[in-house]
């Protein structure tokens, strides 16, 4: 995403800037907070093109928010287990933009495509999603190819004129892998994923006389 790199790059010069000048505490504080900025508007934008309620184009922005928003106390289970983050419709919005951002979004599409692959009950349907997966996702230059091995790859071609249910079974085990133990940490560290975990502060406001 021709965004996100930019926004990559001005962060990299910036924080060298930062570095040989003085003060530079306040200005890498500065960058911190223009990335969460980034963070929250990316996520915000996913969460109104990713959701399932036919009137959600309906409902104010405030309320498609709050709608989706999770507590702290929800965001932090997600690292309890990569599954409770997956199982989390706000969790897995906001790992598809982490991923995004580092430009390998094609991992969790895959993920979720090989997922809705395993509930189609129709057999002629089973082979035309085979057939789309493996042209999104597998053959050479696909426009979202995953990075997976040549026999895991040649082994899903030999497959796909009688494709069944667990034809890509093997590639969405070495994804989810790679996402669990690779990604998934990252996302963990995330500026944006230690905002969802913090605690709203309650401001006092000074009584009247």
């Known amino acids: 995403m021709q965004s996100a790199m930019f926004l990559a790059l001005q962060h990299n010069q910036m924080e060298r800037t930062a570095c040989n000048c003085p003060g530079h505490e306040e200005k890498k504080e500065k960058i911190k907070r223009t990335l969460i900025k980034d963070w929250k508007s990316r996520l915000s934008y996913f969460l109104q093109n990713s959701s399932g309620s036919p009137n959600a184009k309906d409902n104010k922005k405030g309320q498609q928010k709050a709608c989706f928003r999770p507590s702290p106390e929800e965001a932090q289970l997600w690292s309890e287990a990569f599954d409770e983050l997956l199982a989390s419709k706000y969790g897995l919005v906001a790992f598809r933009a ?25 057999s002629q ?10 042209t999104d996702f597998i053959e050479k230059e696909a426009p979202r190819e995953i990075n997976i091995d040549f026999q895991t790859k040649n082994s899903i071609a030999q497959n796909l004129q009688e494709a069944t249910h667990t034809c890509f079974s093997a590639a969405q085990k070495k994804v989810y892998s790679l996402m669990e133990n690779n990604a998934y940490p990252r996302f963990l560290e995330s500026e944006f994923y230690r905002e969802l975990c913090k605690k709203p502060q309650i401001s006092r406001d000074p009584q009247g006389t």
Not at 98 to 120: M, P, Q
């Open 98 to 122: 982490f991923l995004k951002s580092e430009f390998c979004e094609e991992n969790i599409d895959f993920w979720l495509a090989c997922e809705d692959f395993k509930k189609t009950k129709s």
């Open 125 to 134: 349907k089973l082979t035309s999603k085979a057939k789309k997966i493996y």
